[in-house]
């Protein structure tokens, strides 16, 4: 079983990961990690403290001579911004309010700094390590932003290379520069006005094999197991897996049998038909909500007084579409880590290879 557990706080001195039950025996590169950090940390619509975050991270245990041994792997990402906030005013769209109000707090920062995005980085740095153990089976991720302030893409149909190939060339990570250019006037505007803008990130995961969740009960589907994750990253507000087209007759996905290769006609479905994935490339896309962090302040109380007060001016990302499609592609991977290791377990890498191989023999269809 994999599971993962995080520590810290936004302006605290470290956040800390542990993944437990990774095989034995995955090549790990900090490098892998680093590219992943940094594709989180640079893009179009944070705030000045992504200059400040070098997010200098180290790996203290569960490796051994650049390979996983086994043991549960703890790694720490050392925050630059460190520093002790009071604030009494709860802002809206946070978790400030119903914290206090549940943990019995006056300062918001008791929960703001927990409730933080910022912990969203360690689970980059998690997910590379799973990343890292399922590019072994020809698993892949890629994330790319379909929408920013209600401007789209036209093409929702590209495929998994291109979208590989050209996302970096865009600091929003949009791969149609028409729509690229009129993202960031939006982006723009709203630095200008104090305000902040939401869109839509789209994930997809090529190279699953048929047969990881199942049908069976509710909590073993595939789409239960990535959905809690997903939308546990701060500001998504809903996913949809594949395209919804609301006539059964076009919805479904042609069934297409060569010789034993099974092949769908297209692929409305994701992915994923009856809570079992179908060997199709996952495609999820996540609505991400704007920022509730403003320059703007706005009309709230004050905890100590309950007296009307306005929130607090604070430092604050104006659009974080791009960065959520990184979180989401490393939480994808380690939910799909998960499921994939209790498809075919083992204790060290060689071990679920030859299980996946004799799996993939004993298909009656591939």
């Known amino acids: 079983m994999l599971r993962y557990l995080t520590a810290g706080e936004s302006h605290g001195k470290y956040l800390v990961g542990i993944l437990e039950g ?6 790990i590169e900090p490098e892998r990690i680093k590219r992943e950090l940094e ?3 640079n893009t179009s619509g944070r705030s000045s403290r992504m200059k400040l975050e070098s997010e200098e991270f ?4 569960g490796l051994r001579n650049g390979k996983t041994t086994g043991a549960p792997i703890a790694v720490i ?13 709860p802002r809206p769209g946070h978790a400030d309010l119903a914290g206090c109000l549940k943990y019995g707090f006056e300062n918001i920062h008791m929960v703001a700094e927990r409730a933080s995005a910022r912990e969203t980085s360690v689970r980059v740095a998690l997910g590379s390590l799973a990343r890292a153990f399922l590019e072994n089976f020809g698993i892949n991720f890629v994330s790319h932003t379909v929408a920013i302030a209600g401007i789209s893409i036209r093409n929702y149909d590209y495929s998994f290379e291109f979208i590989e190939q050209r996302r970096f060339s865009s600091p929003l990570y949009c791969i149609e520069p028409e729509a690229e250019k009129r993202m960031t006037l939006a982006i723009e505007e709203a630095r200008k006005n104090g305000d902040s803008v939401g869109g839509v990130t789209e994930v997809r995961a090529r190279g699953l094999p048929v ?11 595939f789409e239960y197991r990535i959905g809690g994750a997903l939308l546990s990253i701060p500001a998504v507000k809903g996913l949809e897996i594949g395209k919804v087209v609301f006539r059964g007759s076009e919805n479904n996905d042609p069934i297409i049998l060569r010789g034993r290769k099974v092949r769908r006609g297209t692929n409305r479905a ?17 609505t991400v909500k704007p920022v509730p962090t403003l320059r703007k302040r706005m009309d709230s109380f004050d905890f100590r007084t309950l007296e009307p007060a306005r929130t607090p001016e604070l430092r604050t990302d104006i659009c974080v579409v791009p960065a959520a499609g990184i979180v989401a592609e490393n939480v994808l991977a380690l939910e799909i880590a998960g499921l994939f290791l209790e498809k075919f377990g083992g204790d060290n890498l060689q071990e679920v290879i ?9 298909l009656k269809l591939k």
């Open 270 to 286: 994701g992915g994923i038909e009856g809570g079992i994935s179908n060997g199709e490339e996952l495609i999820v896309r996540l």
């Open 58 to 61: 180290e790996i203290i245990s």
């Open 22 to 27: 990774m095989v034995a025996g995955v090549k």
């Open 354 to 362: 030859r299980n996946f191989r004799s799996y993939l023999k004993n």
């Open 39 to 41: 594709a989180r940390r």
């Open 211 to 221: 047969g990881l969740g199942s049908h069976v009960h509710y909590d073993r589907r």
């Open 77 to 89: 990402i050392r925050n630059s911004d460190v520093k002790e906030l009071e604030d009494f005013v």
